[in-house]
């Protein structure tokens, strides 16, 4: 089953439509759920009495389009919707246990977007065990063909390298696996040389010992090798131009994994021009 949170907001819509998509290619059923929390209108000397209902019916209002909209987008995909009432992280976490993948908005009115790059995307990704899809709710142009996954020298980048597999023979897609890496800080002293030939033939023998893990399963995935001497978040950024969907992994070691719950993660999520899969290790 996939999971797309809703809000009623642009990104949200756009979040609908990919996770339809994504049900179809993965033939998954696929759950809308809106979560509401009444707790911030229900405190204080003067509560607003009025707001809750007034929030649950928006919530059903919310759910009802988004359900069209995924009934639009692709008819042959199973759609059900879930209103719940509680923080809309915790609520997600819950509710994402059995899930296949979640699919959240970039930004949003509120509830599962509406703080997506800040506690919400740092809990979800931290703590959902399925993959955590961030899509953005500018329209772009017909798909590249392409998607990009993001690997490290850590074994912890192999679960985001099989979904980026699995994505681009789904989709009929090339996949772009890119390194990026840059010299150590003491590079730069007065008198210290490096082999800078020999610094790229090793990071790139770290993109082939990763891709060969599951090359061979991919036959009909053609792979491209990317290994640009530049930041993380840079390398993934300029690749996602001509993306339809980077890949993260959400811990590891080495020049990706290190921080990706800090600023990895957070500069993919904020920059990327396409949608962004955080696959937790």
Known sequence: MIIVGVDG??????????????????????????AVDRSWYQVGKFPIEDMPDTLLRNGRQVLRDAREVAHDRQPGVEVTTLDVEGVPAVVLEDQAKDATEVVVGSRGLGGFAGTLLGSVSTHVAGHVHCPVVVVRGERRPAPYGEIVVGVDDSPECEPALAYAFEQAKLRGARLRVVHGWQLPVHAYVPGVTYDLDEIRAARRQVVRDRVAIFAQDYPQVTVVEDVPQAHPVQALTEASERADLVVVGSHGRGTLGSALLGSVSRGTLHHAACPVAVVRA
Request: glycine share 0%; aromatic share 4%.
């Open 9 to 34: 907001s642009v990104p949200s819509r756009a979040a609908v439509e990919w996770a339809a998509d994504d049900a179809l290619r993965m033939r998954e059923p696929l759950r809308v759920m809106h």
